[in-house]
């Protein structure tokens, strides 16, 4: 069984920074994160490849930034900027020979104004 454990979600001031993490228990391919703001849909924040290309959300573009170290089957975002339109908590995701899709548990991100 495949798990992921986020950590790094807390209070932040608008314009604030935050670093999340989550650690897979085996090395996966594609590694992610998306968010869910209350009342609204998940959405993709941010995606990495095992070869390190990635893909960002118009709306995080120039103020998140996804990495990952395979060595430690670990993925981060970098959140700079934050604004509270980012308030959303924010899940891990990750697949296995493309195949396969594993969610985290989640971990909250506010941001006030």
């Known amino acids: 069984q495949v798990q992921l454990v986020e950590s790094g979600g807390g209070l932040v001031q608008a314009g604030g920074s935050l670093r999340l993490s989550c650690a897979a228990s085996?090395?996966?391919?594609?590694m992610g994160w998306y968010r869910q703001a209350p009342g609204k849909q998940r959405e993709l924040v941010a995606v990495?490849?095992?070869?390190?290309?990635?893909n960002y959300a118009d709306s995080v573009k120039g103020r998140f930034t996804i990495s990952r170290d395979n060595a430690k089957n670990t993925v981060y975002l970098q959140m700079n900027s934050l604004k509270p339109e980012d308030t959303a908590v924010y899940y891990c995701r990750a697949n296995s020979m493309g195949i396969y899709v594993y969610w985290g548990q989640g971990t909250q991100v506010t941001v006030s104004s």
């Open positions: 990495i490849t095992t070869g390190g290309r990635t």
């Open positions: 085996r090395n996966l391919n594609d």
